[in-house]
């Protein structure tokens, strides 16, 4: 089993900047993928960016050179750089996990953390 803790999120002016933080632990698994998706309220849960175990990433179009995410696989942590917010970046963030035990691949979420952009 995986477990994902978040932190970072909170309450920021429109052109602000946050920085969200997950870290990955439990035993018995080798993590693979890491990233972030995001749900605004009365929205589904959608892709910001993902970044595989060498450094392969992957952004959302409306994200694309605002956010950056960044992991150190050593401690299975991925970071998400959040520059010059808008206030349709508003919404929960979780951080995301594909592990693997063996020859199976599982998707392991966190609890979510709240990013609030004020216009």
């Known amino acids: 089993q995986v477990q994902l803790v978040e932190s970072g999120g909170g309450l920021v002016q429109a052109g602000g900047s946050l920085r969200l933080s997950c870290a990955a632990s439990?035993?018995?698994?080798?993590?693979?993928?890491m990233g972030w998706y995001r749900q605004a309220p009365g929205k589904r849960r959608e892709l910001v960016s993902t970044?595989?175990?060498?450094?392969?990433?992957k952004y959302a179009e409306s994200v694309k050179g605002r956010f950056t995410i960044s992991r150190d696989s050593a401690k299975d942590t991925v970071y998400l750089q959040m520059n010059s917010l808008k206030s349709e970046d508003t919404g929960v963030y979780y951080c995301?996990?594909?592990?693997?035990?063996?020859?199976?691949?599982?998707?392991?979420w966190g609890q979510g953390t709240q990013v609030t952009v004020s216009s």
């Open positions: 970044i595989t175990r060498d450094s392969t990433t």
């Open positions: 995301y996990a594909l592990g693997r035990q063996s020859v199976y691949e599982y998707d392991y």
């Open positions: 439990g035993s018995g698994f080798s993590i693979n993928a």
